[in-house]
C-alpha cells in the first residue's frame, strides 16, 4: 500500500469512527429528550414521570455497563474492529424495535439492549484511533471522534423537538445500518496485529483487580469523569426540573437545554483537545476544564433563580463547555494501559461513569429528600468534583507515551 493510501485509510477509519459516536451520543441523549413525551404516550401517570424515568436510565446504563465489559474484553481478544461491527448491529436493532414500544417493561428491555450495544463504540473508536495514529497526532484523532460524536446529541434534540418520539428512535436504528457499511472500508490496528496470534493473555479483566497498582490506575481513570455524568445525568436530564425549582422566566424545553448544553461540550472537546496538543499534557488540560466545571456547576445551582430563559440556556452552554474533556478524558485512559488490556480499560472506563449515574441519582434522591433539590444537586456535585481532583493527581501524564507495549498479566 502507498502512503497515500495509507493515510487515506487512516483518515476514513478516523471518521468512520467518529460516526459511529455521532450514533451512539445521538441515542445516549435522546431518550432524555423524549422521556417526558414518550412516557406519556404509553400511559404513565404525570406523578411517576421522574420516578420511573430514571429507572429507564437506570436500566439504559446498567446495559452499558455490562455491555461495556463484554465488548472491551472481545476487543482485546478478537481485535477492535470486532466490537465496532456487533456493537453497531445490537444498537440498530434495538433502536428499531423502540420505534414500537407500548409500554413501560418493554421499554428498559430495549433500553437495556441498545445501552449494551452502544457500550464498545466509543472505547473500540478511541482504542483503535490511539493505535493507528502516530503519537503527536494522537490528540487530534481523538478530538475529531469526541466532537463528530458529541454532536449526535445536537442533532437528537433538533429531531426530537420537530418529530414525533417513534420516528426519532427508528431513525437512530437506521443511522446504525448505515455506518455498519461504512465500516466495511476500516482496517485493523497495527499495533493489536502484531501481538494476535502471539501467546499473550489478552482481555484480562480481573488482571485490574487482581495488581493494586493497575486497580488504582483504573479507578482514578474512572473517577476523573465523575463531574461530567453528573451534569449529564442530573442538571441536563431533569432540567425541566430544575427551571421550575430556579424560577426560571419563560418556557424551558429538555431539548434544548440538551442542545445548548451538549453544543459546549462540542465546542469544550476541540478546544480541550486542542489544548492537551499545545501544553503537551494531558493533566495539565484536564485540571483547567473541571476547574471550569466547579465553577459553572454551582452557577447553574446558586446564581440562576429568576433568571431568563435566555441566560438559562447560556448557563447550560458555559457548563457544556465545562465538562466537555471527554475526548481527553478517554485519551488519557487508553494510554494509561498495554496493548493486551487497552480496549477492555477504554471501553469500560466510560460506561463505567455512565453507569455512574446510578449512584449519583441515588445520592440525588437521597440528598435531596433531606436538603432540597438545589442542595441535594449541590452536596452531590461537590462530591464527584473532589474526587475528580483528588484522581486525577494520582494519574501519569502520558502525552508522549509510547503505545506499543504490553501489561505483564
Known amino acids: 500500500m502507498s502512503e497515500t493510501m495509507k493515510k487515506s485509510t487512516i483518515y476514513l477509519t478516523v471518521i468512520v469512527a467518529a460516526l459511529g459516536y455521532f450514533v451512539d451520543m445521538y441515542d445516549l441523549l435522546l431518550y432524555n429528550i423524549v422521556r417526558i413525551s ?20 437506570n436500566i439504559q446504563m446498567a446495559g452499558m455497563l455490562i455491555g461495556g465489559l463484554v465488548w472491551g474484553i472481545l476487543g482485546d481478544k478478537n481485535g477492535r474492529l470486532s466490537v465496532l461491527f456487533g456493537s453497531i448491529i445490537i444498537y440498530s436493532i434495538a433502536n428499531l424495535a423502540n420505534g414500537f414500544i407500548v409500554n413501560v417493561w418493554q421499554y428498559g428491555i430495549v433500553r437495556f439492549l441498545a445501552g449494551f450495544g452502544l457500550a464498545g463504540e466509543l472505547g473500540a473508536a478511541i482504542t483503535l484511533v490511539s493505535e493507528i495514529l502516530p503519537t503527536d497526532k494522537r490528540g487530534y484523532g481523538t478530538t475529531i471522534v469526541a466532537s463528530v460524536g458529541i454532536f449526535g446529541t445536537v442533532v437528537a434534540s433538533l ?7 417513534r420516528y426519532t428512535f427508528i431513525i437512530g436504528g437506521s443511522l446504525g445500518l448505515v455506518l455498519l457499511l461504512l465500516r466495511l472500508k476500516m482496517f485493523e490496528s497495527g499495533i493489536f496485529n502484531s501481538i494476535k496470534n502471539e501467546n499473550i493473555k489478552k482481555g484480562d479483566f480481573l488482571s485490574l483487580l487482581k495488581n493494586k497498582k493497575r486497580l488504582y490506575k483504573y479507578i482514578n481513570c474512572i473517577l476523573i469523569g465523575l463531574p461530567l455524568w453528573f451534569v449529564v445525568g442530573i442538571l441536563v436530564t431533569l432540567s425541566k426540573e430544575f427551571a421550575t425549582e430556579l424560577n426560571i422566566q419563560g418556557a424551558i424545553t429538555v431539548g434544548k437545554v440538551i442542545m445548548f448544553t451538549y453544543s459546549g461540550i462540542v465546542v469544550g472537546d476541540i478546544f480541550s483537545g486542542l489544548l492537551s496538543q499545545y501544553l503537551k499534557s494531558r493533566k495539565k488540560t484536564l485540571y ?43 485519551t488519557i485512559a487508553s494510554e494509561q494501559f498495554g496493548t493486551n488490556i487497552r480496549s477492555t480499560v477504554t471501553t469500560t ?48 501524564e502520558t502525552f508522549s507515551k509510547n503505545l506499543d507495549y504490553i501489561e505483564e498479566i
Open 38 to 57: 414518550s412516557l406519556r404516550d404509553i400511559g404513565v401517570p404525570e406523578l411517576d414521570l421522574e420516578q420511573i424515568g430514571l429507572l429507564l436510565l
Open 159 to 165: 429531531v426530537g423537538d420537530f418529530l414525533p418520539w
Open 288 to 330: 483547567v476544564f473541571i476547574t471550569f466545571t466547579t465553577i459553572m456547576i454551582f452557577t447553574y445551582l446558586f446564581l440562576s433563580n429568576g433568571i431568563s430563559s435566555t441566560m438559562y440556556y447560556l448557563v447550560c452552554f458555559l457548563t457544556g463547555i465545562g465538562v466537555g474533556y471527554w475526548a481527553v478524558f478517554v
Open 349 to 396: 472506563v466510560p460506561n463505567f461513569i455512565r453507569g455512574s449515574v446510578i449512584p449519583i441519582a441515588q445520592s440525588y434522591l437521597f440528598f435531596k429528600a433531606f436538603y432540597g433539590r438545589i442542595w441535594g444537586a449541590a452536596i452531590v456535585g461537590a462530591i464527584t468534583l473532589i474526587l475528580s481532583y483528588i484522581s486525577l493527581y494520582l494519574l501519569e
